[in-house]
């Protein structure tokens, strides 16, 4: 430890939450962030690089000054809704840039990159038990985009002898216990923290995306991680490459869902408050339910999601949002 460790994305949820969890370990975070997304004030555990993915010449400095013995790729655009509306964001963004930040990689000799992709890629598939060998039947722009940066890593590895750690996320929620950072993306768009807005009366009421999927009370089922727990398999991915134990694929999620009506049940009763909601229309590129059991990241990383209980993490994005969001 002691390395340095470049953070795409250092300024974002997930991502600076790794960079509080690297400079726990002893690493050096070097956030790169365009604050397109992300936030400022989000970067706290080392030193900040503001650029593009999409500016090489940016990425060949910001590596020739750090000499990070790894990266860790987070930035990216992440609104399934937006992807499909969008198609050339996401595949500018997310696969151009990737690519810009591959090659900066390859040519500074940086061996090691643990990258961000997404159950997205899985599509929909009857509400199976996923795994690492499920098909791969994306149903958005967002996670076609994912599954071709992991086909690219595949193919920069066979090339050039780039080690890849690929975790496949399930639904990343929760806050840092410590308050210092949370979830907070603008526009938001993501359940919990909407609902907490609903809750709290920022928002007028939480819209349902649709209630007439085939799953157990009609609305969509997902597995939902600890960002926490998801940044701490981060860690090991990282030492995984470290020890020399090569390319790996993993899924985070915890072999539990929930649908979105039992996410605000469950936050009703956690912030002893009442959840306004109202019943909208599908949202284009949903899937019914995405769950994933985590039995490769236990077995091969020791990893566990400790804190993945739905009640751990609406408490923990609760606290945040009243005491630490830095946007409000
Ligand atoms: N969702 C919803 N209302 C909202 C936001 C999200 O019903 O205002 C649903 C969304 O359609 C999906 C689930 O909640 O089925 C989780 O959505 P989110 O955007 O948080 O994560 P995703 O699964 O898209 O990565």
Known sequence: SGATILVTGGAGYIGSHACKILAQAGYTPVAVDNL??????????????QADLLDRAALDDIFARHEPAAVMHFAAMSDVGQSVREPGLYWRVNVGGSLNLVEAAV?????HMVFSSTCAIYGDQDGIMLDENSLQHPINAYG???????????????AHGLETVIFRYFNVAGASPDLDVGEHHRPETHLIPLMLDAIDGRRPALTINGDDYDTPDGTCVRDYVHVMDLVEAHLRGLRWLQDGRGSRVFNLGTGKGFSVRQVVDYSAIVTNRQVPVTTGPRREGDAAALVSGSARAEI?????????????????????????????
Do not use: Y
Request: contains cysteine; aromatic residues 12%.
């Open 107 to 111: 040519a500074a000799g940086c061996p």
């Open 300 to 328: 091969e990383l020791g990893w566990r999601p400790e804190r993945s209980t739905l009640e751990q993490m609406i408490a923990d994005a609760w606290a945040w949002h009243q005491n630490g969001d830095f946007a409000q």
């Open 144 to 158: 076609a985009s994912k599954r071709a940066v992991e086909a690219m890593l595949a193919n920069f590895g066979a």
């Open 36 to 49: 397109s997304t992300g936030w400022r004030d989000a970067v706290q555990f080392g030193p900040f690089e």
